[in-house]
């Protein structure tokens, strides 16, 4: 082989192996790129707000009366009047300092304070009011938006007592009310008293295995139909495979489906209001399976930092 060609081989070995190393850290640094945007994309949870362990017993053992004591015991607490987002700091500081509270916090909360300020719902119905802090959070919200009612259904009469004390230092008395007793029972009585004819933005925050039957009740009696908006905490932790599979199910999987699946759910949460209610019966009956929904799982975080999730879903129409 002449030294001629033996260079001009070496020449095309090296510039052929120079162009692959190129691409090849380009593609690498493509990979990175793409990566570092996934992990933009996830949400981040600040740990300074992080609110104190949830112990074994988490509710109703008395934190939600020593809640009330606390905030109303501070030396600022006239600086708290006709004030929304202070009282809810307050919830938080306890939550943060004191003991846990189950409250759906500041990350999901947003979800759902965005959604209303895009949805700019007249009337806005939460399942499950607790101590009031989406309450507060979410009537708050609707009235910035425009809208004239809000409407918490909570079962427990001492957790309702706190809700309508905490709205009554926040100054939503005027858009906010508290019913009291079982979320289907509230349902039936606001639709057959004509006080509600139609739910534009729905919270579902109470028994998990209630949240699709309660659903279900509300298509039958037609509150939520097409234009309403639904919004499902934790819908991960513990999570709420049934409620799930129903809202994203296709208007022919529905038809097909039978009763009110309360499967997939763990002892405890299913259990979790035995000791005051007793057994709990589901209504089994069906909802209108031709309302066609538009559903998507939006992360997020419980006060804790524990990852969770809210699951929104709009009712795009009908589809018989």
């Known amino acids: 082989m002449t030294g001629t060609l033996r ?6 070995i090296f510039w052929y192996g120079y162009i692959y190393l190129q691409r090849f850290l380009s593609a690498q640094v493509l990979v990175s790129d793409i990566h570092t945007l996934e992990v933009n994309k996830m949400p981040s949870f600040d740990e300074n707000k ?3 362990e949830q112990e074994e017993t988490f509710f109703d053992d008395g934190r939600e009366i020593e809640l009330l004591h606390y905030i109303y015991g501070r030396s600022d607490v006239d600086e708290l009047r006709g004030s929304p987002e202070r009282v809810l700091q307050a919830i938080d500081e306890f ?18 304070t965005d959604l209303i300020a895009e949805v700019k719902p007249k009337v806005m119905v939460e399942l499950g009011g607790y101590v009031g802090y ?8 609707v009235r910035k938006a425009g809208g004239t009612h809000y409407y918490s259904l909570e ?13 009554d230092l926040s100054g939503l008395r005027d858009i906010a009310r508290v019913i009291v007793g079982p979320s289907d029972a509230g349902l039936a009585r606001l ?3 004509q006080t509600i004819s139609k739910i534009d933005l729905m919270f579902l925050d109470h028994y ?3 949240y699709t039957s309660d659903l279900k009740l509300c298509e039958r009696l037609g509150l939520v139909g097409p234009g309403s908006v639904l919004a499902a905490d934790n819908v991960i932790k513990p999570g709420n495979p049934p409620y799930l599979a129903y809202v994203r199910s296709s ?3 529905k038809k097909k489906a039978k009763g009110t699946n309360v499967d997939g759910f763990a002892e405890r949460t299913a259990k979790q209001y035995a000791k005051r209610e007793g057994e709990e019966k589901l209504d089994d009956a069906e909802g209108d399976p031709c309302l066609v929904y538009e559903s998507k799982l939006v992360h997020s975080f419980e006060p804790t930092g524990v990852p969770d999730a809210v699951e929104i879903t709009r009712c795009t129409g009908r589809e018989d």
């Open 7 to 12: 260079d001009a081989i070496l020449l095309f």
């Open 50 to 52: 992080a609110y104190v």
């Open 95 to 112: 939550g943060r300092t004191k003991k846990y509270l189950m409250n759906v916090g500041e990350d999901k909360g947003k979800i759902v």
């Open 134 to 141: 989406s309450t507060l959070l979410f009537a708050n919200a």
């Open 155 to 167: 079962r427990n009469p001492e957790f309702a007592a706190v809700i309508t004390s905490l709205l």
């Open 191 to 193: 639709h057959k008293n």
């Open 208 to 210: 998990k295995p209630a």
């Open 251 to 253: 208007v022919a999987e």
